[in-house]
């Protein structure tokens, strides 16, 4: 079955630009993340969708950011006004709702973000 | 804020050695996981423990949790160098209903 895609791949765009990244999950799985990842480093947790419950923004570096899950499906994640500080991958993962019992994450290959 | 902690951030072993990594996190936790990535490509799962389990197997993984030490390790044994890759341990909170936490990661070079 389809994995967790991701688009673009690569984006490079201008300080102060507005980006959007698409996100498509498996189908089925209500939870679905963004994070993001800067060189070398580990995964930084942006926001949280998990059905139709209130998405779960305590990530989010700041209002420039912000995401949106249509339909419980695909979601974009926006970023307003570019700065270079915002340069990193964006990953995306979905999963079944994790409940207590804890769900694997599937993430998809991410979008590479560089802001000249 | 980081939760879980590895260690090695680098490990380097030649084909065939066994390769152990460790994890170290702060607050109680409902399961934890470990997850693998190939440069250039998202994480992919390896092996998830619950937190009443000691230890789980799976072919040449083997992971053990010792929730009154808040620690994890990671046992790769025979390593391939298509082993190469970052490691990274992922916790979740008490309830489970929570985004994971995941660590920096240990980057381990199997050389053939």
């Not at chain 1, 765009?13 to 800067?38: F, M, N």
């Not at chain 2, 409902?30 to 197997?57: A, D, P, T």
């Not at chain 2, 391939?80 to 980057?107: E, H, M, Q």
């Amino acid at each position: 079955g389809a994995g967790v895609s991701q688009s673009p791949s690569n984006k490079v765009t201008e300080k102060g630009k507005d980006v959007e990244l698409r996100c498509d999950p498996i189908s089925g799985h209500t939870a679905l993340y963004w994070y993001r990842q800067s060189l070398g480093q580990g995964l930084e947790f942006l926001i949280y969708f998990q059905g139709n419950s209130a998405p779960d923004k305590s990530g989010l570096p700041s209002d420039r950011f912000s995401a949106e899950r249509t339909g419980g499906s695909v979601s974009t994640l926006t970023i307003q006004r570019t700065q270079q500080e915002d340069s990193a991958v964006y990953l995306c993962a979905s999963s079944l709702p994790p409940g207590a019992g804890g769900q694997p994450q599937h993430f998809g290959d991410g979008t590479r973000l560089s802001i000249l | 804020s980081q939760q879980g902690e590895e260690d090695p951030q680098a490990l380097s072993i030649q084909e065939g050695e066994n390769a152990t990594m460790n994890c170290s996190y702060k607050t109680s936790i409902n399961n934890l996981q470990w997850y693998r990535q190939n440069s250039g490509r998202g994480l992919v799962h390896l092996i998830l423990i619950r937190s009443n389990e000691r230890e789980k197997h799976s072919g040449r993984l083997r992971v053990t949790l010792d929730t009154s030490k808040k620690s994890s390790s990671l046992l790769i044994t025979a390593s391939r160098a298509a082993d190469t890759a970052s490691y990274f341990c992922a916790t979740d909170g008490p309830s489970g209903n929570t985004p994971l936490v995941f660590g920096k990661g240990t980057r381990l070079s199997v050389i053939a």
